[in-house]
DNA sequence: AACGGTTGACACGCAGTTCT
DNA sequence: AGAACTGCGTGTCAACCGTT
């Protein structure tokens, strides 16, 4: 039987993809889908009276992403527990994770040339200059983005460790984080946590990723809804801050190709070093106060609930779409 | 996965109309 | 009168698509 209302829209992409970049962008960026669903329908089901130690500290780290998943999609839950075919919930995982790559895919693309003009104060030049599509003359090779990667705590000042950070011969892995990361870009060894993940490039970055790539300079002249919007997202969640620190550290590096198995980058350990500490329990208060700041920084509305609700917005758009 | 190009949704402004 | 709604044109931008 054939089922036509009066649709203006022939759905060209499955709902799935949608969703996908979303959980991508905020949830968890560098996973595989398949192994999460596939891991989670277990859990809850044949090994749902296994006791809480009975798993490791990264099952019960991928069972939190895989409950934030079924929570963010509608019916996506009842959908893969009460599906027969496993041939359906692979290829519900394939939507979500295309999802996820081609949202990170584009995020790459945008911000490779947006993070040149936010490498110096408005007005000033660089140099040398950099192209905004080149990567080759960025990561150490340049003095700017150089002195943006170097890890905390480690003198880019200094010229021979610059020279050996230009070698290789002194390696930066994942878990060394980068100076950038550090409001006003200076690192306090008295005090790890001051200033770690609320440096302006940071914060134009996530913008220009959430907000609308408009909403970085001008205030909220965007001429049409941004990631966040879309999505109904107001406040900024852990992983998403994350996203938007491995797609800055990623753009400013001379790496033209996004791996996450990539040791030369190594943007995977970086994403999970930096969530990983985000998410301990010995480090709420200070998460807490940093999720406020962000929420402030990047949700003008953040406190106030006044924010008027357009028709257009995405609650209407997706009943529109049933 | 990058890159270049296309598509379609949307904000905004403008003008004209209708409702208080 | 002014507020509020409607329709249209335009520019912007995220999403998408094909190619490499």
Not at 38 to 49: A, D, H, K, L, P
Not at 71 to 83: A, D, F, W, Y
Request: hydrophobic share 35%.
């Amino acid at each position: 039987a054939l089922q036509l209302g009066p649709r203006k829209k022939p759905r060209t992409t499955d709902p799935l993809v949608h969703h996908g970049r979303h959980f991508g962008r905020t949830i968890h960026a560098l996973c595989n889908v398949n192994a999460l669903i596939t891991n989670g329908v277990i859990r809850m089901s044949e090994r749902s009276e296994e006791p809480e130690e009975a798993f490791t500290a990264q099952e019960r780290r991928e069972h939190k992403v895989f409950t934030l998943l079924m929570r963010s999609v509608p019916g996506l839950e009842e959908r893969i527990m009460t599906s027969d075919s496993e041939e359906e919930v692979h290829n519900i995982a394939t939507m979500l994770q295309k999802g996820a790559s081609s949202a990170r895919s584009d995020d790459t693309k945008s911000l490779k040339s947006a993070i040149i003009d936010w490498l110096l104060p408005a007005g000033e030049c660089l140099i040398p200059p950099i192209g905004r599509n080149i990567k080759i003359e960025r990561g150490f090779h340049h003095e700017r983005t150089g002195a943006l990667l170097c890890p905390a705590g480690v003198d880019w000042s200094d010229q021979e460790i610059k020279q050996k950070l230009r070698s290789g011969e002194l390696s930066v892995s994942g878990d060394q984080w980068p100076i950038l990361l550090y409001s006003s870009y200076k690192y306090d060894d008295t005090n790890p946590w001051k200033g770690l993940l609320q440096s302006v490039i940071l914060v134009k970055a996530y913008k220009h990723i959430f907000t609308s790539p408009s909403s970085v300079e001008r205030e909220a002249k965007a001429t049409r809804s941004g990631n966040a919007r879309i999505h109904g997202m107001t406040s900024v969640t852990c992983a998403s801050i994350v996203y938007a620190a491995t797609q800055a550290r990623f753009a400013l590096s001379s790496s033209s190709v996004f791996s996450r198995t990539d040791t030369t980058t190594d943007s995977e350990r970086f994403y999970n070093s930096l969530l990983e500490m985000l998410e301990d329990p010995d480090e709420t208060v200070e998460v807490n106060a940093l999720l406020t700041w962000w929420n402030r920084s990047v949700f003008p509305n953040y406190n106030t609930n006044s924010r008027p609700v357009s028709k257009d917005s995405a609650l209407a758009k997706i009943k529109a779409k049933r």
